[in-house]
């Protein structure tokens, strides 16, 4: 049974607001390396501080909730970012990650910050 836009839009909902004790709320970042892949439930190396989503979701568009999170330069500082994840409320829930992302290596000197956008779209069908 395909999902419907209603149920699209409630996910997303419930992903992106505190309905429950399982919703979207820091942004992990991390030094692993490896493909991004579905069946991710970490990050590959934790690096760092969680960052609590900086203000409120967005919920602007239809069935997309796009989330922000913000590193001052002394939480980046030394840290080689090779990925980041979203990651459910309570900062001690190990395998909680809804999102994770790849890439190579980016070095943080002590200078720069780091906000992170992202955005989860839920399409019905």
Do not use: C, H
Request: glycine letters at 12%; charged letters at 10%; hydrophobic letters at 40%.
């Amino acid at each position: 049974m395909p999902m419907t836009q209603y149920g699209a839009q409630a996910t997303i909902w419930a992903i992106g607001s505190n309905l429950s004790n399982n919703y979207i709320q820091y942004f992990a970042i991390g030094s692993g390396s490896g493909t991004a892949a579905i069946t991710n439930v970490t990050l590959q190396n934790e690096t760092g501080s969680r960052a609590t989503i900086t203000g409120s979701p967005n919920f602007a568009t239809a069935r997309k909730v796009t989330f922000q999170g913000d590193y001052n330069s002394v939480q980046m500082s030394g840290i080689s970012l090779r990925e980041f994840g979203l990651l459910a409320s309570g900062a001690s829930l190990t395998g909680s990650v809804w999102a994770r992302e790849a890439f190579s290596a980016v070095t943080f000197d002590g200078t720069q910050e780091l906000q992170i956008t992202y955005s989860v779209d839920a399409v019905p069908g």
